[in-house]
């Protein structure tokens, strides 16, 4: 089904539309059945994305142009963005460009296909390139051939083919089944930057349409014949088991089909989402909750702090910070936190799944399409290829749905009624009381400055849980990030890491250990210009000399928000940069205090992310990222009690309303490099930079978060 450009297919589906010729690449019309008899060989073995072009174009005789993408569509854009990288290589007609979700299979797209760290572009840019430059010289070719003249007589234009010798002209899908008959070429020449006409642009989303009309189907839409419903009772303490489970009156309310105990809890199946959520309430469960249901935020705090007194794994050393911190002309010392976060994406996790007796079908709004297809193939005891993911649109991730656990209890479910489609919806509450959240952590940061002012030595130890795991001599990468990538020019730097985990389960959120990290070291270089008399933004230009795309945002935004101009009466500016996820940002905030009251007006965020691919997708990146990251600085906290998460809803999780937005100007650093990444790239600098705003409106450091429980009356 095709609906403004995004179509939904099975894979078997996909295959039929898209693969012409045994061997080639599929620019021409749809196989006949017989296809099916042909799929394994034509797919030929395991390898790299960039080998099977067929896999990613068709181009019908109707001179339709259907682009398949392996990456899921979170609201981040790839579906556009990659479409655009293809058809500008391909130099095909953008009007006539769709595209659809690729199946999961690693002989074809590879060992993995998810969507985590802002790598789709980055990650693809070459690739795309490359398979986009191969169709368009096959096509190049196929046309020299009907034509009987030399290649180099042939060029393309919008989907057409011209000779330049009398400027005939026809379009691609004219000859796209010759060209699926000839052998792929290599080595193919991609465009020069210079000649792009649709990379750099800002094309409208292929998906918009769809999604404001209500069409597009995400995971909670997802509807079967004969479909189920159910809900998961879960422990209220991470790590508790069920003791005893006493499930008589809720097999007594209308529309409940069964209850069955699952690795995620207890499942109260239902002809209904609201006749499960009702049966769960009747449900009777005793947890054992053992010795966590103790712990709470207090207990960890003087945990984090414990293990910042111990000796821990380097991460990062040059020079000897702790020789140099007592030689320098003054010391500054300080200690910041930051707490838990939930996600809080807009669409809870959901998965529906059927299990047959050899084979399972799944329909997910995932960000792990591998992960969670081998997933569900571990829990049946088959192999992965028996199982069918179909990717959905995803209702916001930001790192939640890098996790499969909710993929995983539809899967468990379905087990328990072969041949039955089963839908796993979590409540709100479920969503934030049982997710894997954004760490808490807790430093401690000591710097010694010279008689100039300038930093002579920085020690940081991070105590904080490891997430996913501890990598390398014991440090957990993602906990130390930005400290460990600080571009700063400090003689003597020493990082290390203290693990400290606990019950509470962690994992990726957005940005990831830049989120806090950022916050911390960002908000402690304030300190430093402060103590040492300078302007925050000048001393910040003095330790970044050997890093020019680093200045080059410094210098851009400060220039555009004015740094230094009078402001109106009560306003501060703060500053704060991130070198994270191949890019380059620098962010000023303009706040002011108001009867301890913030508000934040206005944010100016410069990149270089290198090539701007769609340059509407990335300004919305840029401020989506900010937005999620004020929301976090100003409200965000999840704390524990008695071992329990005690916030439920957005009630008292809340996010940034309406009357709370600041204005936003975003600037782009026009750059020939290759991509970085976008959707988090923002994100850990918004907190800084408004943090150091309040300190200049109110003389008052901010250490901790969130800003809404600090007292600036």
């Not at 005939?168 to 699926?180: N, P, Q, T, Y």
């Not at 957990?476 to 930005?482: F, K, M, P, Y």
């Not at 555009?560 to 306003?571: D, E, I, M, R, V």
Request: aromatic share 8%; net charge positive.
């Amino acid at each position: 089904m095709t609906t403004n450009g995004i179509t939904n297919i099975s894979r078997r589906g996909l295959f039929q539309t898209v693969l012409a010729g045994a061997t080639g690449l599929a620019l021409g019309v749809a196989l006949p059945k017989a296809a099916d008899a042909q799929e394994g060989q034509q797919r030929g073995p395991a390898g790299p994305a960039t080998d099977k072009p067929n896999a990613y174009i068709h181009i019908g005789a109707d001179d339709k142009i259907t682009f398949t993408i392996i990456k899921a569509e979170l609201g981040q854009g790839p579906l556009t963005s990659l479409s655009m990288i293809l058809a500008e290589e391909l130099d095909c007609d953008w009007k006539n460009v769709s595209a659809v979700f690729a199946p999961v299979d690693p002989s074809v797209y590879g060992a993995l296909q998810s969507v985590v760290g802002s790598q789709s572009i980055r990650t693809l840019w070459n690739p795309m390139r490359t398979i986009g430059a191969t169709g368009r010289a096959m096509l190049v070719q196929a046309a020299a051939q009907k034509w009987g003249v030399p290649t180099t007589q042939v060029r393309t234009d919008s989907g057409f083919l011209i000779n330049t010798a009398n400027n005939e002209r026809i379009s691609f899908g004219s000859v796209a089944e010759v060209a699926a008959k000839l052998p792929v070429p290599t080595n193919v020449q991609v465009k020069d930057p210079k000649n792009f006409r649709i990379l750099g642009t800002a094309v409208k989303r292929l998906d918009t349409r769809d999604k404001s009309m209500g069409k597009t189907k995400f995971g909670m839409d997802t509807r079967l014949p004969g479909m189920v419903y159910a809900v998961i009772e879960r422990p209220p303490v991470f790590g508790s088991k069920v003791a005893s489970v006493n499930d008589a009156k809720t097999r007594a309310v209308a529309g409940v089909k069964n209850v069955v105990q699952v690795t995620g809890g207890v499942a109260v199946i239902a002809d209904s989402t609201w006749s499960a959520l009702q049966g769960r309430k009747q449900l009777e469960v005793k947890w054992d909750e053992g010795a966590s249901a103790a712990v709470s935020s207090a207990t960890i705090t003087r945990m984090f702090e414990e293990k910042t007194q111990m000796a821990g794994a380097n991460a990062r050393k040059e020079g000897d910070a702790v020789a140099a911190l007592s030689s320098g002309a003054k010391r500054v010392d300080a200690v910041y936190q930051a707490p838990y976060l939930a996600h809080a994406t807009m669409e809870p996790m959901n998965c529906t799944a059927v299990v047959n007796a050899d084979s399972c079908e799944i329909w997910a709004p995932t960000q792990m399409q591998t992960p969670a297809r081998a997933g569900a193939a571990m829990i049946l005891g088959i192999a992965p290829e028996k199982v069918k993911l179909n990717s959905t649109f995803v209702g916001g991730g930001f790192g939640r749905r890098g996790r499969t656990d909710y993929v995983n209890d539809a899967v468990e479910v379905a087990k328990t009624m072969p041949g039955t489609p089963v839908k796993v919806v979590w409540s709100r509450e479920d969503d934030m009381q049982q997710d894997y959240y954004r760490p808490a952590s807790y430093v401690k940061m000591s710097a010694s400055l010279n008689a100039a002012g300038m930093p002579v030595a920085c020690n940081v130890d991070v105590a904080c849980p490891s997430f996913p795991n501890v990598g390398r001599n014991g440090v957990s990468g993602t906990a130390v990030e930005h400290f460990e990538q600080s571009l700063y020019e400090i003689p003597n730097y020493n990082v290390d890491y203290h693990r400290a985990d606990t019950h509470v389960p962690v994992s990726f959120w957005r940005s990831v250990g830049w989120s806090q990290n950022s916050f911390f070291y960002e908000s402690f270089i304030d300190e430093l210009a402060v103590a040492s008399n300078q302007d925050p933004v000048e001393m910040r230009r003095k330790m970044l000399t050997k890093s020019p795309r680093m200045l080059g945002v410094l210098n851009l935004v400060a220039e555009k928000a004015g740094w230094g101009k009078p402001l109106p009466a009560g306003h501060a500016h703060g500053f704060a940069m991130s070198n994270n996820v191949g890019s380059f940002t620098a962010q000023i905030a303009e706040v002011s205090v108001t009867n301890g009251k913030v508000k934040v007006h206005k944010l100016w965020i410069a990149t270089d992310c290198g090539h701007v691919v769609n340059s509407a997708i990335a300004r919305e990146q840029a401020i989506g990222g900010a937005v999620y990251g004020l929301a976090a600085a100003m409200k965000g906290a999840i704390t524990i009690d008695k071992g329990r998460v005690q916030q439920s809803n957005f009630n008292n999780y809340d996010v940034l309303r309406m009357d709370e937005m600041p204005q936003f100007e975003v600037f782009f650093v026009p750059s020939t490099e290759a991509p970085g990444g976008l959707g988090e790239a923002s994100t850990p600098t918004t907190a800084p930079a408004v943090a150091n705003a309040i300190f200049k409106a109110t003389g008052k450091r901010l250490r901790q978060l969130p800003i809404k429980n600090a007292n600036l009356a």
